[in-house]
């Protein structure tokens, strides 16, 4: 199975997990998630997950980066 490598985040994990949780809870899959682990749920819904969070996360992403840069942190 292929390994999945993350390079460097613009978004702390704390914000990106509270928004997966978020999403779960919206999509009425929280209790699902929580019994299995993220790790045993089904494609099909994980990928409901992923669409939801999708544009969002883009502009706090974006809106936090600005922010960074207005501060003069490097996005490193």
């Not at 985040?9 to 928004?19: E, Y």
């Not at 949780?21 to 299995?36: F, K, N, P, Q």
């Not at 099909?44 to 939801?52: A, C, F, M, S, Y």
């Not at 969002?56 to 600005?66: C, D, S, W």
Request: hydrophobic residues 35%.
């Amino acid at each position: 199975m292929a390994q999945w490598t993350r390079g460097p985040s613009i978004l702390p994990n704390q914000v990106r997990d509270k928004f997966k949780y978020e999403i779960a809870s919206d999509l009425g899959i929280l209790d699902e998630i929580e019994r299995r682990g993220w790790g045993n749920m089904p494609t099909r819904q994980l990928g409901r997950i992923g669409g939801k969070i999708g544009g969002n996360m883009v502009k706090v992403m974006i809106k936090h980066a600005e922010e960074s840069l207005a501060k003069g942190d490097t996005l490193e």
